[in-house]
Nanobody, 120 residues
Framework: EVQLVESGGGLVQAGGSLRLSCAAS????????IGWFRQAPGKEREGVSC????????DYADSVKGRFTISSDNAKNTVYLQMNSLEPEDTAVYYC?????????????WGQGTQVTVSS
């Protein structure tokens, strides 16, 4: 069974940092891409970043480029999202998802989400 478990969310002041973790199990981690998505109240879920575990390529939404960094520890089957210079607009529930064999593929399985709240 594919499982994804997010952790690391919390409350932080604007300008602060958080690191989210996504622990994956139930599939061959090295073969798949893992994406981070977020959903703010009243808004649609949007893609934030993605990493392909097969070749290490990454992708970022324009709104987070230069502030967020995605990385992967294949030995731990875990993907991280380092979020710096956080803004109130980053407040959302953050989800990780197993994508296909690359970041071009859509999400297949979702984690339960972790809340990130950035105060001004």
């Amino acid at each position: 069974e594919v499982q994804l478990v997010e952790s690391g969310g919390g409350l932080v002041q604007a300008g602060g940092s958080l690191r989210l973790s996504c622990a994956a199990s139930g599939f061959t981690f090295d073969d798949y891409a893992i994406g981070w998505f977020r959903q703010a109240p009243g808004k649609e879920r949007e893609g934030v970043s993605c990493i392909s575990n097969s070749d290490g390529s990454t992708d970022y939404a324009d709104s987070v480029k230069g502030r967020f960094t995605i990385s992967s520890d294949n030995a731990k089957n875990t993907v991280y999202l380092q979020m710096n210079s956080l803004e109130p607009e980053d407040t959302a529930v953050y989800y990780c998802a197993q994508q296909g064999y690359g970041c071009y593929a859509g999400p297949r399985t979702w984690g339960q989400g972790t809340q990130v709240t950035v105060s001004s």
